[in-house]
């Protein structure tokens, strides 16, 4: 069992930066996949990033402007948001699956924090 609880999320101006991270309990935590999806008002979940181990995979609409990363020592995952946009506003979701590739759709992952909204104003 995997708990996951998400901080970091407020408001922010468009061009502005925030960073999200989400803490997991257990004691495998190397072992999971962590990704980051996000639900925007009237939206379905989309697929935003992920990692396994050191790779990552990026959905196109936040590539080159969002980074995850991993700090096992610390059993936490992060999502360094830059140069955001209105677009971005949404509740964003922790997710940690142990499959052996990344999944993008969010039936893959078996573990969900409870959300932090990001809320980004023009």
């Known amino acids: 069992q995997v708990q996951l609880v998400e901080s970091g999320g407020g408001l922010v101006q468009a061009g502005g930066s925030l960073r999200l991270s989400c803490a997991a309990s257990?004691?495998?935590?190397?072992?999971?996949?962590m990704a980051w999806f996000r639900q925007a008002p009237g939206k379905e979940r989309e697929f935003v990033a992920a990692i396994r181990w050191s790779s990552t995979y990026y959905a196109d609409s936040v590539k080159g402007r969002f980074t995850i990363s991993r700090d096992n020592a610390k059993n936490t995952v992060y999502l360094q948001m830059n140069s955001l946009k209105p677009e971005d506003t949404a509740v964003y979701y922790c997710?940690?699956?142990?499959?052996?590739?990344?999944?993008?759709?969010?039936?893959?992952?078996?573990?969900w924090g409870q959300g932090t909204q990001v809320t980004v104003s023009s």
């Open positions: 997710a940690a699956d142990q499959s052996l590739q990344i999944y993008t759709t969010n039936d893959k992952y078996d573990y």
């Open positions: 257990g004691r495998t935590f190397s072992n999971y996949i």
